[in-house]
């Protein structure tokens, strides 16, 4: 029997990939589970297991095409399923017993779950989005494998004049038929610079298609490259943030001699245990009570309710820096983790991330995120919140300095911090409060143990 | 208090549809109707006069019967029977009434007898009962209005003022009728009295029929009906009426004429009475401002059919109560204006839809217009019938057809395949390739489309 596998909903309103490339040929014999495809999605790159065991009969698509969630874009043979019993809506043949037809649905649903699993497991956690594996086997009407789509006369050949492809037109007309309007409609999207669907509605200058000087371009003075989909959605967000939140910087140096000097005396100790223990740890601990002081900084601004939402679960984002671009994994829950568990989760994504492994689940969900551009240097910087948060830290290079204290220079190690916020929701006394929590937490590291 | 989930008022095809669509889709529905249902449509418009038409034809038909063959009908005392023409009448519109009455049942629908007063969005009273309702679907239609002449309020008390509704309601046919047109009705009744042996003047202010339309065609049903018998005053301006007769200034001459009845046929305005506590937008006629969901000014109030003044067409009205129904239950429905078939109900029928030539080039259309003549059909000249032709006004970019014009019998019907084919932005290359029936009058529409691609096949 033919398999239609669809390209999953992997929720996070993702609704398209790149083939990256295929892992299989076709005639391969493959088993459920065996990673069918590299795609790369908005947010990450990733394999598609098969839900199935059989043939590959049909690849559909080159690397570099675009697939859409819910089209077809790998056929398998499933074998032992005779292919007319297709049309039955279960895929389930009438003639078995009710002992059979019962261990096969039992089965059926172990398929499912191993199905969510597996695409999961790589692209994305939430089980309620991935339709049924059996997706391909009924609803005949949304059946792709008749390839045509229901066009006029006149859109078919508009669009084969202005060389759209029709397959990728939606249409409006009675029954999603493609009319000559959507044609055009399309033909103006196709010339305007993508702007991605759904910000589209909020205003903000309008892109313009870059003019360089001395055209016709000559290739050897520019060079066009086409932005990844990670690239895409990095500046979606970014302007995104920009555009909607009026950010204020508020920037400080904090002594952290002390907290060196402990963070040193365990260092070594930890390592034995594989725990690398940086600053990072500590101070997502001082932040926490810093949001947990002020919550207004761990909240969201709900524009049209006019409502501040409140989150009273800490997840923080740490700003990673990978090969394809900033990414920004969450550890969850951060309140509840020890300094050492924080180490460890830290290691963790951060080497996941740069070695595009993360899951899409571990990108939602932050609310409030800290970026560690002092690692690769800088001192202070104006980072952009990770919108829809309300604030974001950023950590500059930790420098030897001279500190006057008790009226003596002596020399100290000093974090500078940059804190932006939503100035909209938090004004500027709070963020002057907010540095000053770190301040008092991070230069006296026993303070932070007593309080967190 | 009786509640409903939608309260209906006026009981024509744009109302009565509505309730039924809403219905259908689940609510709780009553409909308010002062008289019969079926409004003007079925009670005293498209569906009496069609009756009427079909005696007509019947008629000159059978006056004409020797030449197809036919002996032994003595012509010589051939008449119609008014009273039992209008018996027939009524029987098929009785039948078309209690249809409806039928469908409501089947629907659960409540009909309300009576003058609707609307007291606010939600709240109507009826003979002093009051109704709840949680949406609004006002289908009050549109009633005869008449141009303004000196001498018209105390010639009404005479009884020799007809108009669309009382015209049907008439002891005999009058033997001098003057008409005094500004709509497509006046037309319909100029062929029809005229078939029925009346002595026809056709008074207008406009310099020809039907204005509106393919020009081509209304001059030509113009002449037809001059040969007919019917006279034509066209740009004419209305003085006075009294007894002695209908004044108007024509060609800068005053002329005078005097008839049994007087038919006006004019133009139409808003019933709206009843409804003035809504207090809704109107436009500056009075017609009330609906939107593409067909709704109001107000939240859950929609307006259909003649009341928004935008196509007195029952097929438009019903269309338009389909969308607010739709909407109301929670679909999201647009009213499309895109293409409405247009009939004009004569001898021939005159049928369009879509843009003229005229029209197309205006709108920036490279257009191409192709006739066809209905002397070179098979099937019409059987018939007897060889008036009329077809126009294909096609956009020569691709060939999508943009607009059809026919003038012939059974163009009313011949339409619906031309609308068919432009809903779906078909091309006269898809019509020339498509195999109609033989013999048919519908062969005209292909044979048109071959003409527009290169020339047609039988000329």
């Known amino acids: ?452 | 208090m009786e509640k409903y989930d939608v309260i209906v008022i006026g009981g024509g095809p744009g109302g009565y549809v509505a309730a039924i669509k809403a219905a259908q889709l689940g609510s709780k529905v009553a409909v308010i109707e002062k008289e019969n249902l079926g409004g003007v449509c079925l009670n005293w418009g498209c569906i009496p006069t069609k009756t009427l038409l079909t005696t007509t034809k019947l008629y000159k038909d059978i006056i004409g019967s020797k030449e197809f063959g036919i002996e032994g009908i003595d012509t010589f005392d051939l008449k119609v029977n008014w009273s039992q023409l209008l018996k027939r009448k009524d029987g098929v519109v009785d039948r078309l009434v209690s249809g409806i009455g039928m469908l409501f049942k089947k629907n659960k629908i409540d009909t309300i007898h009576g003058m609707a007063r609307v007291i606010n969005k939600n709240e109507v009273e009826v003979e002093d009962k009051i109704y709840r309702t949680e949406k609004l679907i006002i289908a009050t239609g549109a009633r005869d209005l008449y141009p303004e002449i000196p001498g018209l309020n105390e010639m009404e008390k005479s009884g020799n003022i007809i108009y669309s509704k009382t015209a049907l309601e008439l002891e005999d046919i009058p033997e001098e009728l003057v008409i005094i047109g500004g709509n497509i009705y006046a037309v319909e009744f100029a062929s029809i009295f005229n078939a029925l042996g009346s002595n026809v003047v056709f008074v207008q202010e406009e310099s020809q029929i039907l204005e509106n339309m393919e020009s081509e065609m209304a001059k030509t049903l113009e002449r037809q009906l001059r040969k007919d018998g019917v006279k034509f005053v066209s740009n004419a301006k209305l003085k006075s009426i009294s007894e002695e007769g209908l004044v108007v200034e024509h060609k800068e001459k005053e002329k005078i004429f005097k008839a049994d009845k007087y038919l006006i046929s004019w133009k139409i305005q808003p019933n709206i009475k009843g409804l003035e506590s809504l207090n809704l937008n109107k436009d500056s006629k009075g017609f009330i401002i609906t939107d593409e969901n067909m709704e109001t000014s107000i939240k859950g109030v929609y307006g259909v059919g003649d009341i928004n003044g935008k196509y007195p067409l029952a097929h438009v009205a019903s269309s338009e109560g389909i969308v607010a129904a739709e909407n109301i239950s929670g679909k999201d429905s647009k009213m499309d204006y895109h293409l409405i078939p247009l009939i004009i109900y004569t001898n021939p029928e005159l049928a369009s839809v879509g843009m003229t030539v005229e029209e197309a080039k205006e709108k920036g259309h490279d257009a191409t217009v192709s006739k066809f003549p209905l002397s070179a059909n098979g099937k019409a000249l059987s018939e007897g019938d060889t008036v009329g032709f077809i126009k294909i006004v096609s956009d020569n970019k691709y060939g999508e057809i943009i607009g059809v014009h026919i003038m012939s019998n059974h163009s009313s019907d011949i339409i619906s395949s031309a609308v068919a084919v432009m809903k779906l932005e078909g091309t006269v290359y898809d019509i020339a390739k498509t195999i109609i029936p033989h013999p048919t009058t519908s062969e005209i529409f292909m044979e048109a489309a071959f003409g527009a691609i290169d020339k047609p096949i039988h000329m």
């Open chain 1, 1 to 452: 029997m033919r398999f239609e596998f669809k390209f999953p909903d992997v929720g996070e309103g993702i609704h398209e990939g790149t083939i990256v490339k295929w892992l299989v040929d076709i005639g391969d014999n493959i088993k459920e589970g065996d990673s069918l495809v590299e795609v790369e999605t908005d947010k990450v790159t990733t394999e598609i297991p098969s839900p199935r065991t059989g043939k590959v009969l049909e690849l559909k698509g080159d690397a570099g095409d675009i697939i859409h969630v819910g089209n077809v874009f790998v056929v398998i043979e499933i074998e032992g399923e005779d292919s007319e019993k297709s049309s039955d809506s279960q895929g389930i043949s009438d003639s078995i017993d009710e002992e059979d037809k019962k261990k096969e649905l039992d089965e059926k649903e172990e398929v499912v779950e191993e199905e969510t699993a597996g695409v999961v497991g790589e692209v994305v956690a939430s089980s309620e989005e991935i339709p049924p594996s059996t997706e391909g086997i009924e609803s005949p009407k949304e059946d792709i494998q008749t390839k045509k789509v229901l066009a006029t006369p006149v859109a078919r050949a508009m669009a084969k004049d202005l060389g759209i492809d029709i397959n990728t037109v939606e249409g409006t007309g009675p029954n999603g038929r493609v009319m000559k309007e959507d044609i055009r409609r399309a033909k103006e999207e196709h010339l305007k610079p993508k702007v991605k669907e759904g910000l589209e509605n909020r205003e903000r200058p309008k892109t313009k298609a870059l003019v360089l000087e001395g055209s016709p371009e000559s290739e050897d003075l520019y060079e066009r490259i086409p932005l990844t989909r990670i690239r895409k959605t990095i500046a979606e967000k970014m302007s995104e943030s920009r555009f909607t939140i009026p950010h204020t910087t508020a920037m400080d140096e904090i002594d952290i001699s002390k907290l060196d000097k402990f963070r040193k005396t365990y260092k070594e100790i930890l390592k034995e245990e594989d725990i690398h223990l940086t600053y990072l740890p500590f101070i997502i601990k001082a932040v926490i009570r810093g949001l947990k002081q002020l919550p207004e900084f761990n909240s969201s601004l709900d524009e049209l309710n006019e409502e501040l939402v409140l989150k009273h679960f800490y997840n923080i984002g740490i700003a990673t820096d990978t090969e394809r671009g900033l990414m920004v994994p969450v550890i969850r829950n951060a309140d509840k983790k020890s300094i050492v568990e924080l180490a460890k989760e830290i290691s963790d994504i951060s080497t996941r991330a740069k070695n595009n492994e993360i899951d899409l689940e571990e990108l939602r969900g932050g609310t409030f995120t800290i970026t560690n551009y002092g690692s690769i240097g800088g001192y202070f910087g104006i980072p952009i919140i990770n919108h829809p948060e309300a604030a974001i830290l950023g950590l500059g290079r930790v420098v030897e300095k001279p500190i006057v204290k008790d009226g003596e220079i002596i020399i100290g190690k000093v974090l500078p911090v940059s804190l932006s916020y939503d100035h909209r929701t938090i004004d500027g006394a709070s963020g002057a409060r907010f540095i000053n929590i770190l301040k008092d937490l991070l230069m006296n590291p026993d303070m932070l143990f007593l309080k967190s």
